[in-house]
């Protein structure tokens, strides 16, 4: 083999400042060595990784739901329990969507069928969401590229 090239610099993805990469690492080296800019980068790449695996993670948590009703144990989720007031069985809010009467849902659907019912609204609501955002910011584009003549109120307020 002959002698390895040092590499050459570059700037730190996360700072900005140049740095020389170590020379085991070479070009896949993307920071300079702080550990601020090292923790920034990874906390990237795990953003980046969660997003592109969403369905990995969707179907653990609708995993772990049904199991926790299917052997009745809670199941441990982030947000707070929240109660009824008739003594029935606590669900997180997440759950419904909606403000649906859960005990008579699961008393007439079954629990997992519930929690696959409220998965699902979810999902869709989301999703519509998602619609609805986009379409206001097309509206909102379109709104900008009027003319000011075309869209002001024709009052006292606008400058002579």
Known sequence: MGPKRSARKRPCRICGRWFTPNSRL??????????????????????????????????????????????????????????????????????????????VIQEVMGRQHAVITGYILRLLMRGVQEVISAQHADIHRGFMQQPLSSISRGDSQRPP
């Open 26 to 103: 070479g070009e896949r080296q993307k920071t300079c060595g702080a550990e601020e800019c090292q923790r920034r980068w990874h906390a990237k790449r795990c953003a980046v990784w969660n997003w592109q695996n969403r369905p990995y993670f969707k179907e653990i948590y609708l995993r772990r739901r049904l199991e926790s009703c299917t052997y009745g144990s809670p199941s441990p989720s982030p947000s707070p329990m929240s109660t009824s007031g008739t003594g029935g069985s606590s669900w997180p809010p997440s759950v419904f969507p909606l403000d649906l009467p859960r005990e």
